[in-house]
């Protein structure tokens, strides 16, 4: 691997030492407030953005912040060839600016403050300037996301499907700039779909099931059950939902990918040469880290004394 890749490497590996760990994490989703938590988060790398956050979703929104800064800064260590690494990861982010644009222009609230992505934005500079709903939608026809995202912004099931077909394109776009990401983009891909066939219910929209299908296949479009989805499904994926036996334990599901997506990134960080494997281990590991705090955070702000979510994640 050529040299330009070293000082990256040793910046990933670096960073995810500074990760918070499923142990502590935990021990937060114990803690009895938020409040609590929070404090016990003071000397983590997530506390310069916690300070002064009130609330849980304060709280929440400084843990990804923090994220969406760990991947800028990586990027900065990155040679050019690695850049898209850092991009596609922070699709994410723009995923999340781009839901509550389209919410604000269908007469929903006001959107959040929008992420700051700078040179890891895909498209959202000329995003952000559309003023209606159908301006989004031929400026994301015309970008990276594709036509079939830019259809999604009009149809009328609203922005659960604008989310869903950017989150299909996010996964295929992952896994085009980063083989070992792969696996993981077809769990998530594949648990998309059965959110959309088991719990939204109906036929899914179009868009979706056109980015779905590259990755999927067709049979899975008339499952008309969880099992039958699961069988429809390539044999590659079927792992992905083992052991669920209904759409109310998709959840199970979700948390197991975060898991399996942190155990191969600990094998990328620990086993690769330097080189873009051991940066996308390390955005793997913070990426998952954050996803564990934050699950931490809400059971803390329930007072439940522990969480479910990172027990199935264990």
Same mark, same amino acid.
Request: glycine share 10%; charged share 20%; net charge positive.
């Given at each position: 691997?050529?040299?330009?890749?070293?000082?990256?490497?040793?910046?990933?590996?670096?960073?995810?030492?500074?990760?918070?760990?499923?142990?502590?994490?935990?021990?937060?989703?114990?803690?009895?407030?938020?409040?609590?938590?929070?404090?016990?988060?003071?000397?983590?790398?997530?506390?310069?953005?916690?300070?002064?956050?009130?609330?849980?979703?304060?709280?929440?929104?400084?843990?990804?912040?923090?994220?969406?800064?760990?991947?800028?800064?990586?990027?900065?260590?990155?040679?050019?060839?690695?850049?898209?690494?850092?991009?596609?990861?922070?699709?994410?982010?723009?995923?999340?600016?781009?839901?509550?644009?389209?919410?604000?222009?269908?007469?929903?609230?006001?959107?959040?403050?929008?992420?700051?992505?700078?040179?890891?934005?895909?498209?959202?500079?000329?995003?952000?300037?559309?003023?209606?709903?159908?301006?989004?939608?031929?400026?994301?026809?015309?970008?990276?996301?594709?036509?079939?995202?830019?259809?999604?912004?009009?149809?009328?099931?609203?922005? #659960? %499907?604008?989310?869903?077909?950017? $989150?299909? @394109? !996010?996964?295929? +776009?992952? =896994?085009?700039?980063? &083989?070992? *990401?792969?696996?993981?983009?077809?769990?998530?891909?594949?648990?998309?779909?059965?959110?959309?066939?088991?719990?939204?219910?109906?036929?899914?929209?179009?868009?979706?099931?056109?980015?779905?299908?590259?990755?999927?296949?067709?049979?899975?479009?008339?499952?008309?059950?969880?099992?039958?989805?699961?069988?429809?499904?390539?044999?590659?994926?079927?792992?992905?939902?083992?052991?669920?036996?209904?759409?109310?334990?998709?959840?199970?599901?979700?948390?197991?990918?975060?898991?399996?997506?942190?155990?191969?990134?600990?094998?990328?960080?620990?086993?690769?040469?330097?080189?873009?494997?051991?940066?996308? #281990? %390390?955005?793997?590991?913070?990426? $998952?880290? @954050? !996803?564990?705090? +934050?699950? =931490?955070?809400?059971? &803390?702000? *329930?007072?439940?004394?522990?969480?479910?979510?990172?027990?199935?994640?264990?």
């Amino acid at each position: 691997m050529k040299s330009d890749w070293v000082a990256a490497t040793v910046r990933a590996r670096s960073m995810a030492h500074r990760r918070v760990g499923a142990g502590a994490s935990r021990a937060l989703a114990a803690q009895p407030t938020v409040e609590s938590a929070l404090s016990s988060l003071q000397e983590s790398g997530y506390a310069e953005r916690l300070r002064g956050a009130s609330g849980l979703a304060a709280a929440e929104r400084a843990v990804q912040e923090t994220v969406l800064w760990q991947l800028r800064v990586l990027a900065g260590w990155l040679p050019a060839s690695g850049t898209a690494i850092a991009r596609a990861a922070a699709g994410t982010f723009e995923i999340e600016n781009i839901v509550a644009l389209a919410h604000r222009l269908t007469g929903g609230a006001a959107a959040p403050e929008p992420y700051h992505l700078g040179a890891l934005a895909t498209a959202w500079p000329r995003l952000a300037a559309a003023g209606s709903r159908e301006e989004l939608a031929g400026v994301l026809s015309a970008t990276a996301w594709g036509a079939d995202v830019g259809a999604a912004t009009q149809t009328t099931a609203g922005t #659960g %499907a604008l989310r869903d077909a950017l $989150t299909v @394109a !996010w996964a295929r +776009r992952l =896994a085009g700039v980063a &083989a070992p *990401a792969r696996p993981w983009c077809g769990a998530r891909c594949a648990l998309t779909a059965a959110r959309i066939l088991t719990v939204d219910g109906g036929t899914p929209p179009a868009p979706a099931v056109h980015l779905l299908r590259p990755v999927l296949g067709r049979s899975w479009e008339t499952a008309r059950s969880l099992a039958e989805f699961t069988a429809a499904l390539p044999p590659s994926l079927r792992p992905a939902l083992q052991g669920v036996a209904s759409p109310k334990e998709l959840w199970r599901a979700e948390a197991r990918l975060h898991a399996a997506v942190e155990k191969d990134g600990f094998q990328l960080l620990r086993g690769s040469m330097p080189g873009p494997d051991v940066v996308l #281990g %390390a955005i793997a590991v913070l990426s $998952t880290d @954050a !996803w564990r705090v +934050r699950a =931490a955070l809400t059971s &803390a702000a *329930a007072g439940s004394g522990s969480s479910e979510v990172l027990d199935a994640a264990a």
